[in-house]
């Protein structure tokens, strides 16, 4: 029937998509948090997804009574979906625009670049 064909093809596209998200959540952590909460927020990532999975199918039965619910199970999954992903591109941007500890690294950079040239006059002389 359609709503198999529909699940099927929704089971494909998961697939094909599971690489990137399985991927993402390191890359995310570098970028938007310090360094002392990178591991903290990559795990976070990581326990989201199979989080959302057991909510979906903890749902499912309950959206479900047979075969011809099958479709309104997918549209409750794409409702709660959408939303959440439109709002995600719509208002983050791909890096913050302030992060202090990227402006700390900087710094911390271009001081130990001062001392190493400082050093190395000194060692000429």
Not at 1 to 20: D, E, M, Q, R, Y
Not at 40 to 57: I, K, M, N, Q, V
Not at 88 to 96: D, E, R, S, T
Not at 103 to 122: L, N, P, R, Y
Request: aromatic fraction near 8%; charged fraction near 5%.
């Amino acid at each position: 029937t359609c709503a198999h064909l529909l699940l099927h093809a929704a089971g494909l596209v998961c697939g094909v998509a599971s690489p990137f998200t399985q991927g993402s959540p390191s890359r995310f952590s570098a970028v938007w948090f310090p360094p002392a909460q990178r591991a903290r927020a990559t795990a976070a990532c990581f326990l989201s997804c199979p989080l959302g999975l057991a909510s979906g199918y903890a749902i499912a039965p309950l959206i479900v009574c047979g075969e011809r619910h099958l479709a309104s199970m997918l549209v409750v999954h794409a409702a709660l979906a959408v939303p959440a992903a439109l709002c995600v591109l719509w208002h983050c941007p791909v890096a913050p625009t302030a992060a202090w500890w990227a402006d700390a690294h900087a710094a911390g950079a271009q001081q130990a670049t001062a001392s190493a040239e400082v050093d190395a006059a000194q060692a000429a002389e």
